[in-house]
Nanobody, 114 residues
Framework: QVQLVESGGGLVQPGGSLRLSCAASGSNFSIMGWYRQAAKKERELVAFVTSTGYTNYAGSVKGRFAISKDNAKNTVDLQMNSLKPEDTAVYYC??????????WGQGTQVTVSS
């Protein structure tokens, strides 16, 4: 059973930055990434990074967000810059194991507002 613990959410003004971090128990994940879910909207993929280092981003965050992972610490971070009100959502960390199975974090709230 993989457990994911997220941190780093909060309230930030438009144009500001936040860094989300997710620590995973276990290792050898094929994919680590982030989804988000805004109020009354479906969960959407934000970004992911594969075991080989390939990254992919949603078009709405490309150029503003950067995902990175630390294999030694089994963490995946999401650096979010130039935040917009429409980035407001609960952000969920996820990993896909080699089985494959998908595990989710509990979610962390990000609110972008003046």
């Amino acid at each position: 059973q993989v457990q994911l613990v997220e941190s780093g959410g909060g309230l930030v003004q438009p144009g500001g930055s936040l860094r989300l971090s997710c620590a995973a128990s276990g290792s050898n994940f094929s994919i680590m990434g982030w989804y988000r879910q805004a109020a009354k909207k479906e969960r959407e993929l934000v970004a992911f990074v594969t075991s080989t280092g390939y990254t992919n981003y949603a078009g709405s965050v490309k150029g503003r967000f950067a995902i990175s992972k630390d294999n030694a610490k089994n963490t995946v971070d999401l650096q979010m810059n130039s935040l917009k009100p429409e980035d407001t959502a609960v952000y969920y960390c996820y990993v896909r194991t080699l089985d494959p199975r998908i595990y989710w974090g509990q979610g962390t709230q990000v609110t972008v507002s003046s």
